[in-house]
């Protein structure tokens, strides 16, 4: 499937000591990605990330079922169901989601048909038992038969916010908001941009890789576009 990407345009204030994002301008699609963040389970965040880039011992539980043996689990638990657990919210299924873990797919149910067909009617009837007795002949129903499910009717997930002609301001720290005018004007003043000459705008794109880096960066930093779009500080 192609990689879908989404875009941000942001502001930035390029005066010393170190370039910073004042914020950004979002859409729906961007908007609805980073929502998406809240949805997904501790243990599907570690398989995306690795084990070692986690900060604390998140990490260390994710090993710990991944090194423990059957005859430790109980009847019916399946370790896979924790270290890749499915999100089930609605957001974080949509196609602004780049972390969705492929789901597997369902058994495919089989069938029996009557093996001699001693009568035309006998092809009127299937079992899913193997080997039961045809009702109209009384011959064994052996004649494999599989079952083809029609295709699902399924409709795209809509995320969370409005679209449209709506924008949002996206802070650095990830505080998101419906983007105003006065808003603006405010938040340059609650960073204290002194030159306005200074700022600059610059658009970007969120894939896969982008994903990847502003949710690892949201659990070890509070200057989250800034360190990924421009750079950690060093």
């Known amino acids: 499937m192609a990689m879908t990407l989404v875009t941000m345009k942001l502001l930035i204030d390029s005066s010393p000591p ?3 994002v004042v914020f950004a301008e979002a859409h729906k699609d961007a908007v609805d990605f980073l929502f998406s963040l809240l949805t ?18 998140i990490g260390n539980l994710y090993t710990s079922v991944e090194k423990l043996d059957d005859p430790y689990i109980q009847p019916g638990a399946v370790k896979d169901a924790m270290l890749s657990p499915t999100v089930l919210s609605p957001a974080a299924k949509s196609n602004r989601s780049f972390f969705r873990l492929p789901e597997p797919s369902p058994a495919m149910k089989r069938f029996f048909r009557c093996s001699g067909y001693t009568y035309s009617s006998c092809r009127n009837y299937v079992t899913e038992e193997r080997g039961a007795r045809c009702p109209m002949c009384g011959n064994q129903m052996l004649a494999d038969s599989q079952y083809v ?14 679209g449209g002609m709506v924008t949002y301001t996206v802070t650095d720290d990830l505080k998101i908001f419906p983007m105003s005018n006065i808003s603006s004007i405010a938040l340059l003043n609650t960073v204290a941009v002194r030159d306005l000459g200074a700022l600059q705008e610059r658009t970007v794109q969120i894939g896969y890789k982008e994903g ?7 659990l070890q930093s509070k200057t ?5 779009f421009l750079g950690k500080k060093t």
Not at 40 to 57: F, I, N
Not at 149 to 162: D, H, I, M, R
Not at 224 to 228: A, G, H, Q
């Open 212 to 218: 990847l880096e502003i949710l690892k960066t949201s």
């Open 18 to 20: 170190r370039p910073r």
């Open 40 to 57: 997904m389970p501790s243990g599907t965040a570690v398989k995306l990330l690795g084990k070692d880039s986690m900060v604390g011992c």
């Open 224 to 228: 989250i576009l800034t360190d990924v």
């Open 149 to 162: 499910p029609s295709e699902p009717v399924t409709q795209e997930a809509k995320g969370l916010v409005q």
